[in-house]
Structures are given as C-alpha cells and as structure tokens.
Nanobody
Framework: VQLQASGGGSAQTGGSLRLSCVASERTFSSFYTAWFRQPPGKEREFVAGISRSGGAARYADSVKGRFTISRDNVKNTVYLQMNSLKSEDTAVYYC????????????????WGQGTQVTVSS
C-alpha cells in the first residue's frame, strides 16, 4: 500500500487545517488507518485512528474534541480535520495503515506516507 499525505502548512493558534491521505490500494477499506505526528525533537506519537468502515475512531487525549478523523473508502482517502490548533500541534504528520485490526503502536503499522509539515504559530 502506498500512502500520499497532503494538506499541511502554516496556521495561527486557534485556526484549522485538514490533512488528506490517499491510498493506492483498491482494498483500502480492509485497512485500519491512523495519523501519527512527530513534534520537533520528540518521538513520533499516535494522534488518531479509524476503523475500516469509518464507524469507530480513537484519539489521543491531547487532540480529543479538536481533531476529527474520517475516511472515504470510495476515494481511498482518510482525512484529519484539525481545529482549535495549538502551538504544540506543530509537527510532521504521517498517515499509516495496517491490515484489519485497530492499533495505536507505531511498530504495528507496516505502511506509511511521507509526512506533511504542520506549523502553528501565534
């Protein structure tokens, strides 16, 4: 599976951005998909994940109520809507996929996009 992330950029504190991740795989609906991020000087961390059908989502505590993950299996795309952005959301954001089952550990995801930079400033 090849994943192509886009939509990063700069935003002000309190602003919004939407990330997209397009998958090359026709059976994309069989993959659990997630977003991770790596802040400057820190390790990569789980942000949000979504089930194959899109019916269930999981979020890191730091983004609950501000970020929304969704997917469109017809378009082979997963989205991350980011609202009420904070400076601590500044990071390189990665989409990732794994077959079938939910997970949050980075090591369990074999497929990764290239990353897209999000910078939040006041």
């Amino acid at each position: 599976v090849q994943l192509q992330a886009s939509g990063g950029g700069s935003a002000q504190t309190g602003g919004s951005l939407r990330l997209s991740c397009v998958a090359s795989e026709r059976t994309f609906s069989s993959f659990y998909t997630a977003w991770f991020r790596q802040p400057p000087g820190k390790e990569r961390e789980f942000v949000a994940g979504i089930s194959r059908s899109g019916g269930a989502a999981r979020y890191a505590d730091s983004v609950k109520g501000r970020f929304t993950i969704s997917r469109d299996n017809v378009k082979n795309t997963v989205y991350l809507q980011m609202n009420s952005l904070k400076s601590e959301d500044t990071a390189v954001y990665y989409c990732a996929a794994r077959w079938d089952q939910p997970a949050a550990a980075e090591r369990l995801f074999p497929y990764w996009g290239q990353g897209t930079q999000v910078t939040v400033s006041s």
